[in-house]
């Protein structure tokens, strides 16, 4: 499942022409990790997923990726939402738990998979509710479940890193 989400990132990636993706120069500080002082740990995020009312099927990730010497992290969440109606709220409140885990600053983004039925283009649901940098694609079914958040606008709407837990 991992390297399928690897795999379809990196296609939202090559699509969106790397412009949501924007990273640090090399010269740039180091990745912070764990701050206790705020947010959640990836354990206290996964037993708020898997009590959220309305998704089934959860999954919540940190990742980290190499690119040359630099490596960068991720916060991957994934689920199926009940009731497709309910999918743009979903975007937000799961955008701020994936925010809130403290255990490395997510700098590539939070990287959100959604399940509906009907499938709703994720990534254009996440445009619909105030999120323009978002990085996806709607090519095929399963990516249309896919949209990369940016951490610039995850600052904007919930402050620094790690954010309070919704």
């Not at 795999?7 to 990273?23: K, N, P, Q, Y």
Request: contains cysteine.
């Amino acid at each position: 499942m991992r390297t399928g989400i690897v795999v379809a990132m990196m296609a939202v990636v090559a699509l969106s022409g790397c412009s949501a993706l924007r990273t640090a120069p090399s010269s740039a500080p180091s990745v912070s990790l764990q701050d206790p002082t705020g947010g959640q740990s990836l354990e206290e995020a996964r037993n708020q997923l898997s009590s959220i009312e309305g998704l089934s099927d959860v999954s919540i990730e940190e990742e980290k990726t190499v690119s040359g010497l630099n490596e960068h992290h991720e916060v991957s969440i994934a689920a199926t939402v009940e009731d497709a109606s309910a999918a743009p709220a979903f975007v937000d409140q799961l955008a701020q738990l994936g925010w809130s885990v403290n255990e490395a600053e997510p700098d590539t983004g939070v990287f959100i998979r959604l399940r509906t039925s009907p499938q709703l283009a994720i990534g254009d649901v996440a445009k619909e509710r105030g999120w323009s940098e978002a990085a996806y694609t709607t090519s095929t079914a399963e990516l249309k479940q896919l949209v990369l958040l940016s951490p610039n606008e995850l600052k904007e709407r919930f402050g620094p890193w790690p954010g309070e837990a919704p």
